[in-house]
């Protein structure tokens, strides 16, 4: 009787284990936008462009490694939906003043496959191209940012793109 009683309790522990590990193995990212100034709407060359440039954290909640495999961008401008231009862009920016052994920097945004190791985060440098005029509510435009992994499952986060110097100081966005 005693044998048959720790069979089925054993039965019934690696039944739980199975079940708890498959439950830890589900995809599941987390977004969130970094506290402070860290997205911002800046005036693009041609001027009837504004530029989006912001950092976001990807945070990995599973036992499972996941990558980011694209990215889509939206605002709300007076209450129609509009997609923003996005795609992989490398940026470089001379240092003021120039020095004589120093390179230009540039930084990677959008950068796709973006790998995620299992339970850490990631820092995610995102860039887009917001054509138009648009009304700043608060100083700020709210932007929803769109990552999808690499097992299609899809992230928002909504971000709050507060103006640079150079585009207050230009036309209003």
């Given amino acids: 009787m005693f044998s048959g009683v720790m069979s089925v309790l054993a039965l019934l522990f690696s039944i739980a284990s199975f079940a708890y590990v498959n439950y830890d193995r589900r995809v599941k990212l987390l977004l969130r936008p970094r506290k ?4 911002v709407l800046d005036r693009a060359t041609n001027g009837r462009e504004t530029i989006f ?15 980011i495999r694209g990215y889509r961008f939206w605002i709300d401008n007076n209450g129609v939906h509009e ?35 299992a339970y850490t985060g990631v820092e995610v440098s995102l860039y887009a191209i917001i ?14 940012v769109e990552l999808e992994d ?16 150079r585009l207050i100081s230009g036309p209003e966005c």
């Fill in 36 to 39: 402070g100034d860290w997205c």
């Fill in 53 to 67: 440039r912001g950092i976001i954290e990807a945070y990995n909640h599973s036992s499972r490694p996941n990558a």
């Fill in 83 to 117: 997609d923003l231009e996005s795609e992989m862009a490398t940026i470089g920016e001379q240092n003021d003043p120039p020095l004589p052994d120093e390179q230009e920097t540039n930084e990677l945004f959008n950068v796709t496959p973006l790998p995620i190791p």
């Fill in 131 to 144: 054509k138009g005029v648009h009304t700043l509510l608060g100083d700020h435009l709210p932007i929803t």
């Fill in 150 to 165: 690499i097992h299609g499952k899809r992230y928002t986060a909504k971000v709050k793109a507060s103006r640079t110097q």
